[in-house]
């Protein structure tokens, strides 16, 4: 069995301590951009999951600029505990979607801060033309850039139903470009999507199991409170696993999955006052507490079902 310190599975915490020698935390930011599937170029309604804020529920203020932003976080975290080490992670909407100018300002507001270690920008693999790419190149020369896509599933009924809005072959382009140079790719799945089987599910871990990529998330679908797919749930209620279910099929994911992958993910914290359902994931830490104690006494660990 591999080790990744405490955990039976390649975690982001184990990375970083690895890199940095210290645990590094993450501030979320808002640099005030929309989405293409939002102002109509791609589409109007945004993804049928998708919260009125883009997904960027726990972002700064976007009245704030970006370095009053990473301060007000640093005072957050640092009044917890003592923090030396932070990622930059712009979350909310596309946040490669805006002139290059303004996302020029941006991105090197967030590096040019000595604490911040990393740049993570999540994004649409549509929206990086050539000269975005240009960008985050020079700046991956400075400080390493994160990108998270939102692939959430390989199957193209679901991706129509949750309208993702582009083809798997521009995610695959978006992967390719961004490896060429030398930029880490995360990818964002979303687990028990409506219509989904686990074998379904399955094939999407195996297909990224064999791009390159270098980190995953393993999201539990969240309905969340004024969302398109909260009126579907409401109109039509669909299965949600409960929280044994999902730890069991999260050990499947995870002997599956490839060990040099980095989980960044396995479940996901929607807002309180937003989640509509699974109303137990709430309680992170019971879960991921339930999970540490699954995968030992099952003997799992990530990779063990692996064959490249």
Known sequence: MNRWGEKRYHSLDYDLKQIYHEKVYKITLNGGMTCPNRDGTVGTGGCIFCSASGSGDFAGPKTLSISEQIARGKQELNGKRPVHSYIAYFQAF???????????????????????????????????????????????????VWIELGL????????????????????????KDLRALGITVIVHTILFLPGETKEMMMETLDYLNHM????IKLQLLHILKDTDLAEVYEAHPFPVP??????????????????QITIHRLTGDGPGSLLTAPLWTSNKRTVLNTL??????QDIWQGKEYYG
């Open 94 to 144: 596309t946040n490669t979607y805006a002139p290059l100018s303004r996302l020029e300002q941006l991105f090197t507001e967030a590096v040019q801060d000595e604490d911040v270690k990393i740049l993570s920008v999540a994004t649409r693999p549509d929206c990086l033309g050539d000269d975005v790419l240009e960008l985050l190149g020079r700046l991956n020369r400075i400080k390493p």
């Open 292 to 297: 540490h104690r699954y995968l030992k006494e």
């Open 212 to 215: 390159d990529i270098q980190g």
């Open 242 to 259: 409960d929280m044994d279910e999902y730890i069991r099929f999260l050990g499947t994911c995870i002997s599956h999955l490839n060990p």
């Open 152 to 175: 959430q599933t390989i199957h193209a009924d679901t991706a129509k139903f949750i309208r993702r809005g582009y083809e798997l072959p521009v995610f695959e382009k978006a992967v």
